[in-house]
C-alpha cells in the first residue's frame, strides 16, 4: 500500500519556467509544469499519475490526469479521474469533469463543474431491471 501511494506522489518531470512546449505531451507517472505548454498535456489512463500546474504554469488545450493539483492557468476542458485540487491562484477557462474535488478560496472556474461518478446511478440500474 505504502509503495503504490508514494509511487503516485513522485514527480518524474519537469517542465520549468522558461520553457514552452508546442504540440501535444503525453506523460506516465508523475509531471510539474512551470512553463507554457500549447497542446493537450494527457496522461496515461491505465496507470495512476499525478500533474502539477505550478503558479507560473500556463497550459493551452485539454487536461487530462488522474490527480490534477492546479495552481497555474488552464485554458481549455480539464478531466481528472481521481482528485482535482484548485489552489488559491488556479484560474480555469472550460468544462471541468471530477471524481472529487478540493477547491481552496481564491481559485477560479469559468466553466461548468460536472462530477464525474464511476459507477451507474441507482435509479438507472433500478430500471433496466424492471
Known sequence: ???????????????????????????????????RVCGNVIADPSQPSMLIISEQAVVEGEVRAAHLIVNGVIQGPVISTE?????????IAGDVHYKALEMLSGALVSGTLTHDEEEEPVLKLAASNA
Open 83 to 91: 482528485l482535482l485540487e484548485l489552489q488559491p491562484k488556479a484560474r
Open 1 to 35: 500500500m505504502f509503495s503504490r501511494k508514494s509511487k503516485r506522489n513522485t514527480i518524474d518531470s519537469l517542465i520549468g519556467t522558461g520553457i514552452r512546449i508546442e504540440g501535444d505531451l503525453h506523460f506516465q507517472g508523475g509531471l510539474r509544469i512551470d512553463g
